[in-house]
Structure formats: C-alpha cells, structure tokens
C-alpha cells in the first residue's frame, strides 16, 4: 500500500493428469488403449489499484496463464448425444498459454456506481471447438463433425456496469429507485488467418429498473443481444432479440430464521431467441427459453 496505491501479485503452479481409460469394448475401439497426460500449468499476475480521489479508483492487471486441457478436449472421438455433432479430440494439444491486460476504471458512491473494463488477452496456444465441414453417417442419420484444435488467437473486450440511484418525493420516502445498465462486448479472432473465432458471444446491453419499499423489493430488465455476424466460415448468424424479465420478492425475518419469497417471470414475450455461443444444431434443436413463471421460498437461518 503506497499512500493509497496498492500492489499485488500471485503464482500459482500445479500438477495436473488427464486420463482415458481406453476402449472398454474392442469391437468398438474409438479411444484406444488407457493413457494419461501430465501437465504442469503456472500463471502469474501483477496487478494495481490507484485512487484518484471522489470515488473514482484506477486498475489494472497483467497476467500469464496457463490452463491443461481437459479430457474431452484430448480424448472425445464420436457423437455427443446432448449437440449432435461428432466430436474429435487432439490428443496432441498442449496447454493453453495466454498472456493478459486488462484495465479498469470506476466510481463508488453511496448509493449509486459506475465500473468500466477494457481487456486484450493473446493467447499462443487458443483451444476452440471449431466445424470441420465433414459429416458421419451413422445408421443413416448426418452428424456435423466438429474437431478441438490450438490457435494462436486474440481476444478483445469492453465491459460497463453502472447503478444510479433516483431521487423520491417525500410520499414515497420509504421508496429506494435506481436505475440498472450493463453492456460487454468481446471480439476474437485468430492471429494467423485473421478468421473470427467460434461461437462468441455478440454484443449484449441490459436497461432495468429496481425498487425497494421496506420488506418488498421488485427488478423489471430488458436484456438485449445483437446480431452475431463475426464467425467463421463454417458457422451461420444468428439474429438478435431483446427480452424482458420481472421478479418480485418479499422477506419475512426472525428470530432464528429468514424467509425469501420471490415470484419471477422470465421472456414475457416469448420471443424466440438463440445462443450464438453454441454450436449450430443446438440453436435449431434447443433455442432458449420461452415465456415461464417461477415461484418459491428460501428459507435461511
């Protein structure tokens, strides 16, 4: 701590083994004989924080990282049941090896708070599930086959969240409003074709609104996503939506015990919406949710 300015910093290293246990039927051989890979991942960060006085606080962070793949990631070899597609492994990959920046600045005030994040990871070493192009028949049926791979890649990214309290008259003393926003966006390409990477999430904004009167508390949002346009040559679009979400809660407290009331109503108009960070079947075959109703109680003591 350096008359307000604090640093800190963080290693951390660890020893992980990934196993298959080999193909339990012979007939059947896709994952071959029992095997293992070790690896030794480290990361390192160094980070800073400084007050610039009124609230207003400046960050950073710059990182080394270094994940082991996982084991579908180096053994899977044949259809997932849950997507439909075929996936392969690389049974080759290394670890995945990033190196990061990310700088933040924001402001705290009593009731209200603004935080704002720009951030550029590269990485050497990208593992992504990406579409090959090629197709499996099995028993008649066509399966996508999607293969992991490592790519050098870049990944960019903005983030805003905010919360801004509103003044009430004195009939509604009791009354606390505030204003709700975020919005993040990422951007990721590979660094050696300049090809978007898959399945990244568009640019995603929320407007909401919340008010608390003693015991009672309420949130109406509108959580919209845009066109993701950015994907590789393989993959489609998918279109924007915009939805909205209310929820109610009321608690009861005691002695020994809380009680959390809530009712919550999710995409009131039930419009259709997909998940671009999902593969492409998926988004025909499971889209996400549509108009629902959800009621309960938690119960804490």
Same mark, same amino acid.
């Given at each position: +701590?350096?008359?307000?300015?604090? /640093? ?14 080999? +193909?339990? +039927? ?47 990631? =180096?053994?899977?070899?044949? !259809? ?12 080759? /990959? ?32 990208? !593992? ?8 499996? +028949? ?36 009791? @009354?606390?409003?505030?204003? =709700?926003?975020? @919005? ?12 978007? /990477?898959?399945?990244?999430?568009? /640019? ?29 040559? =393989? ?7 915009? !939805? ?20 919550? @109503? ?15 079947? !998926?988004?025909? @075959? ?16």
């Amino acid at each position: +701590d350096l008359g307000g300015a604090q /640093l800190t910093a963080g290693l951390r290293q660890e020893r992980v083994t990934v196993r298959s246990e080999g +193909d339990a +039927d012979a007939s059947d051989a896709k994952f071959g004989p029992a095997q293992a890979r070790s690896f030794q991942p480290r990361s390192l960060a160094l980070g800073a924080t400084l007050p610039l006085g009124q609230g207003w606080q400046f960050s950073s962070n710059l990182s080394r990282s270094e994940r082991a793949p996982a084991y579908y990631e =180096l053994y899977a070899n044949g !259809i997932h049941v849950a997507t439909g597609n075929v996936e392969r492994g690389d049974m080759g /990959l290394g670890l995945e090896r990033a190196r990061g920046l990310d700088l933040g600045l924001k402001w705290e005030g009593q009731a209200s708070h603004v935080h704002f994040n720009v951030y550029e990871t590269r990485f050497d070493r990208y !593992i992504a599930l990406a579409a090959t192009g090629e197709e499996v +028949d099995d028993a008649g049926e066509r399966f996508p086959v999607y293969a992991f791979e490592g790519v050098p890649a870049r990944l960019r990214g903005v983030e805003l969240e905010g919360r801004f309290a509103l003044p009430t008259t004195d009939w509604a003393s009791g @009354l606390h409003l505030a204003l =709700l926003s975020q @919005l993040d966006a990422v951007r990721g390409e590979r660094r050696d074709t300049g090809e978007p /990477l898959p399945r990244l999430a568009p /640019l995603r904004a929320m407007l909401g609104l919340e008010a608390q009167w003693g015991a009672w508390a309420g949130r109406l949002e509108l959580r919209g996503t845009a066109r993701q346009t950015r994907v590789p040559v =393989l993959d489609t679009a998918t279109p924007g939506s915009g !939805i909205w979400r209310l929820a109610l809660t009321r608690q009861w407290r005691a002695d020994r015990f809380d009680v959390l009331g809530y009712l919550k @109503l999710d995409n009131l108009g039930n419009q259709l919406a997909t998940n671009a960070t999902a593969t492409a079947t !998926i988004r025909g @075959l499971a889209p996400q949710p549509g108009r629902s109703l959800a009621v309960g109680a938690q119960l804490r003591f």
